[in-house]
């Protein structure tokens, strides 16, 4: 997979991106429509995270999900995060991430 650079585009193409402010309401928006629902807040925070397609999106079925490997990395970022805190690695919170925190 390769990104698009403003430098690949036609003259007449646009690059478009949303601003950080325009994410933290679209995700927040999806937590509140969604929240009996949590699949398709996850669809929203997937598309914005992950630059897939709708259409890419469309077609992920829950069985192509590595649920073990994500649970191999949890643990793992987990371990990780406890040895940081332990030493007294100064972090702080994205503000893109705040949202999630604030969930």
């Known amino acids: 997979m390769t990104a ?3 430098s690949a ?3 007449n193409d646009q690059l478009k991106v949303f601003q950080d402010h325009e994410v ?3 995700l927040a928006t999806a937590d509140k429509l969604y929240a009996e629902d ?3 807040q996850l669809w929203a925070v997937m598309a914005v ?3 897939m397609r709708k259409g890419e999106l469309a077609g992920l079925q829950w069985g192509e999900i590595d649920i073990e490997g994500l649970r191999t990395a949890r643990d793992r970022l ?3 995060a406890v040895y940081h805190y332990r ?3 100064e972090w702080w919170l994205d503000p893109k991430m ?5 969930a």
């Open 4 to 6: 698009v650079t403003a």
């Open 9 to 11: 585009l036609e003259d």
């Open 24 to 26: 933290d309401l679209l």
């Open 38 to 40: 949590r699949r398709w």
């Open 49 to 51: 995270w992950s630059g």
């Open 78 to 80: 987990w371990a990780e």
């Open 87 to 89: 030493q007294g690695t």
């Open 98 to 102: 705040q949202v999630f925190a604030e």
